[in-house]
């Protein structure tokens, strides 16, 4: 084993150099065995190529949403009094939107006429 202790900056330098070259090595190493191991499984017990399972997977596989999927509330409804409570319509329906008999900030003002009250 190295005495890592004794050595030099630069000598442990090179000596990860070494460490993180033989890292990478035997990683591939051990992707290309995993494969051969998956592609004689696949060929020897199920009869089926690496593609055709590849194939297979990716139409299997759940699709990711996109965030834009999902709709803006048409409608938010504002509390009367206290201004910084608001409801988009998602969700349960507050209590207080009851009370007030609260209409969307963004509808039009039912029968035509403005309520000042």
Not at 3 to 18: A, C, N, P, S, V
Not at 60 to 82: F, G, M, V
Request: hydrophobic fraction near 30%.
């Amino acid at each position: 084993m190295t005495d890592y202790q004794e050595m030099t900056t630069k000598q442990l330098q090179e000596e990860r150099l070494k460490i993180e070259k033989a890292l990478a090595q035997a990683s591939e190493r051990d992707l290309t065995n995993a494969l051969d191991e998956v592609t004689t499984l696949l060929s020897g017990k199920y009869g089926l190529r690496l593609d055709q399972f590849i194939s297979f997977v990716e139409t299997q596989a759940p699709r990711k949403r996109k965030d834009s999927t999902r709709s803006k509330p048409r409608k938010i409804w504002q509390h009367p009094i206290r201004e910084g409570k608001i409801w988009t319509g998602r969700g349960r329906r507050p209590h207080w939107v009851d009370e007030f008999e609260v209409q969307p900030i963004d509808a039009p003002p039912e029968n035509g006429s403005e309520n000042n009250a």
